[in-house]
């Protein structure tokens, strides 16, 4: 794994080194999605683990910590995550049939929660001495992926915690935390780059239109280079077709055809939507969907401004469940209907 760490996270990184000399039990790291929070506290558990540290804070990348961790076997080292995160094989030693087990995984969606047996899986590690007496470390993204069981098993956890041993969280939304997990932990915030900063960064990776997936994606460089990557623009542009001309059959239509795309990335698009259209009315601004500016200056022109806000605030509130729905289909038709009724 390199040393190196993003551009826009020198400053978060140089001020994370202050903490070293009383290190916290849980730092819990928030900021945006797409701006590389999973990746720099990673680079910090290393540092931590690492046996000749560099006076920058980071890993040497020589030792046999490094070595370890590079291959992601150290023995002081676990990451949590969402098994629909994981690209890893499972681990070894797991007991019952294989075959049986391949079959039922395969039949099964991976999850996208942190479970109750992940945390409870960390008790051994927790209760074994370190392998060369230095620190422990648990690295757990995204923190809000934790499901109720889960979260309870983690918070006993942080209000005992083993000695020796550091947790490293990171989240995109600190309001769907557990208030209790929030104050176990010390709190380190990695701001979002500026635009400019960011667009730099995306085009010395390559990526053309970079300040069209940038604007789209909020300012989140990684999601913006992930897009690019897919190159896709297919599902954003008939939702967007539809947020520009909204009607009743449209948004049915466009439901029934959108409803296997991911719903909080859908929300997300809307809102941003939304936003724009309010940043039009109150100061002809638009952030995230300037090549609609035609459509947007239109629907700012005609809609209230008590009824956008209640848009707005009705897709917040659907973002908080637009990872569990009962029905894509039915939640899709229930938004988009909504819009419509918004700008009619």
Known sequence: MSNSIYPWQESSWQQLQLLRQRMPHAILFHGAAGIGKSDFIERFAQGLLCEAVLPDGHACGQCASCGWFSQQNHPDYRRVRPEALE???????????????????????????????????????MNISTHRQGLRVVVLYPAEALNMPASNALLKTLEEPPPGTVFLLASNSLD????????????????????????????????????????????????AMAQAEVGNRDDLEVLLQLLAHPSVEGALKVADKLQKVPLSAQVSWLQRWLYDVFSYKLAGNIRYYPRYQKELAGLAGKIHVSRLLAAIKGANERRATADHPLSPKLFLEDMLLEYAACCA
């Open 87 to 125: 690209d890893e094989p499972a681990a070894e030693g797991e007991e019952g049939d294989g075959e049986a087990k391949k079959t039922a995984k395969s039949t099964k969606a991976p999850s996208k929660e942190i479970k109750i047996e992940q945390i409870r899986n960390l008790a051994d590690f």
């Open 176 to 223: 769907r935390l557990l208030p209790t997990i929030l104050s176990r932990c010390r709190k380190f915030a990695l701001p979002m780059p500026s635009h400019a900063e960011a667009l730099a960064w995306l085009k010395t990776q390559g990526v053309s239109d970079a300040d069209s997936w940038l604007r789209e994606q909020g300012g989140a460089p990684l999601a």
